[in-house]
């Protein structure tokens, strides 16, 4: 009989209180503070955190992600790196407060997506998206790939009949 062991984690993470985190930080707008001064529903806030290694930190970097609590637009997105000689101080690494972004990570790297909407498009349905990706060097966020995608507008509208008649 042989034993499997038990995967270990890549990097250990200590969860944040990503509410305190960004109502305690200068370079989240008030826009954003205002967004997360309250849950949208019993306890549950517009905010979503992930943890993960893009900055070679001993611990593991925040990726904080704030949208609407109505219809999940992303308002910022931030990158915390815990503090040198800090147990519990981070330092915002990447702000970026235009709607709609959301940022996550990619083999290791930061990965920024942000919709792209021409005149006359429902906030359900953008035109494309622009992806920029960043790597951490010298002590900051550097972009070195960016491309964009444009959305197919083939669907019929629900009250037109195939000959495009109402």
């Known amino acids: 009989m042989s034993s499997t062991p038990a995967p270990t984690p890549s ?3 200590k969860k944040v209180n990503a509410v305190k985190l960004l109502a305690a930080d200068p370079k989240v707008s008030a826009d ?3 967004a ?22 001993k611990s593991s970097d925040i990726i904080v992600n704030v949208m609407t609590c109505a219809d ?11 503090r040198a ?9 990447y702000a970026n407060e235009q709607p709609s972004v959301y940022a996550g990570v990619s083999k290791g790297e930061l990965e920024v997506s942000k919709q792209t909407y021409d005149t006359g ?17 010298n002590d900051h966020f ?10 197919s507008k083939t669907t019929v509208d629900d009250d037109t009949t195939a000959d495009g008649t109402m």
């Open 121 to 137: 498009d429902k906030v359900c349905c953008p035109s494309g998206e622009d992806v920029m990706t960043y790597r951490w060097a």
């Open 11 to 13: 990097t250990h993470f």
């Open 36 to 57: 997360v001064a309250k849950p949208c529903a019993a306890d549950e806030y517009p905010i979503e955190v992930t943890y993960a290694s893009l900055t070679g930190s």
């Open 32 to 34: 954003v503070k205002r």
């Open 142 to 151: 550097t972009e070195y790939d960016r491309y964009h995608t444009d959305y």
């Open 85 to 93: 000689g800090s147990q519990d101080g981070y330092d915002n690494v």
């Open 72 to 82: 999940s637009v992303g308002l910022g997105s931030y990158v915390y790196r815990e």
